[in-house]
């Protein structure tokens, strides 16, 4: 059974990125509505340039799918806020995927009109591909990073991968675990230079420095037996994490019998900062695939959102978001 996808046109080059990764993306067999909405007066009737320009927008668009031939829907509509014309476009047909382009604003612009941010936190069901650039047309298929920790958000994206995969892609999997706890303590018992988390600053390092020899001073075998508990620790951590990454290569082949195994990469790591990771190996991808608990504004900018802090971070990338 086909997919149904919508694809927000405007005639921005972000737009035409977004329909081009789509037609990447959808199969044959999938429905692929393509809608465009402007905003008019609410007392005025739409004047037919604007519906004509809108439509030609949609043309272009279609364009990107004619080698895939998946069924195409167009529509054009005027509205007086755009927000609430494409939720309510999007409840009439309750697309798997909807993909749009976005101008990368942060979390606070964000709240006075992007589209793209409001569907993001307002849309809960399916996926949504926020779409800040696309790779070359003439490229064969795209370079996915897939994000899990086998949860259960982070299994919803993982199936929404599988589904829209091609044979042709490739597929890196990053199965971050956190780091076991006395990790500072240990690396700086044995001389070396810890990796910094990123809210930690150089200005700590003298006094973790100092605090470390004391304590490394005053109860050498505490010390000695913590860090014996570290390397079993950290042993396991690695373990959980190769099998984080198995488990989702198995998920994903399961899913797509189409996809080759030599072509998904695993990447488990032992990590003191995922989003640190995730936005370094974002760069040798198109796409960044990930999960989200759906957390409401405050938390985000209070407690921190892996998926929020990648999406505001990374430029000229594309992100599957699923929900």
């Known amino acids: 059974m086909g ?24 199969h044959k067999e999938d429905e692929v509505h393509l809608y465009s909405c402007f905003v008019r007066s609410s007392y005025i009737a739409p004047a037919k340039p604007l519906v004509d320009q809108h439509n030609a927008y949609l043309s272009e668009a279609a364009a990107f799918f004619e080698s895939k031939g ?16 494409v939720t309510e476009y999007c ?3 309750m697309p798997d995927y909807i993909f749009m ?4 604003m942060g979390e606070l612009k964000g709240l006075f009109g992007s589209v793209s941010h409001y569907l993001l936190h307002h849309w809960e069901r399916g ?3 926020i779409v800040k650039s696309a790779p070359p047309a003439d490229q064969e298929g795209l370079k996915y990073l897939v994000c899990t920790d086998c949860s259960g958000h982070a299994n919803r994206a993982v199936d929404a991968l599988a589904a829209t995969a091609q044979p042709e892609d490739t597929i890196t999997v990053y199965a971050g675990v956190p780091s076991p706890p006395r990790y500072e303590t240990y690396h700086r018992v044995k001389g070396e230079k810890p990796e910094r988390p990123k809210f930690v600053y150089d200005v700590t390092e003298k006094f973790l420095d100092a605090q470390t020899a004391a304590m490394a001073a005053a109860e050498p075998e505490m010390i000695l037996t913590e860090n014996e508990n570290y390397e079993q620790e950290l042993q396991l951590a690695k373990e959980k994490a190769e099998t984080y990454a198995t488990t989702t290569k198995n998920r994903l082949m399961s899913q797509n019998t189409n996809l080759k195994a030599d072509k998904i990469e695993l990447a488990p790591k032992v990590t003191i900062d995922a989003t640190r990771d995730i936005i370094k190996a974002a760069e040798k991808v198109d796409c960044v695939v990930m999960g989200t608990r759906g957390l409401g504004i405050v938390s985000r900018m209070v407690f ?20």
Do not use: W
């Open 3 to 26: 997919k149904k996808y919508v694809v927000m046109i405007d005639g921005s080059e972000l737009a035409k990125s977004a329909a081009q990764m789509c037609a990447k993306a959808c």
């Open 70 to 85: 998946p069924k195409l829907v167009h529509k054009v509509e005027p509205t007086t806020e755009p927000r609430s014309a």
């Open 91 to 93: 409840r009439a047909i």
């Open 101 to 104: 382009g976005s101008r990368g």
């Open 127 to 129: 996926s949504i591909c």
């Open 304 to 323: 921190g959102s892996v998926s929020n802090s990648v999406l505001h971070n990374v430029e000229d990338k594309a992100f599957l978001i699923v929900h």
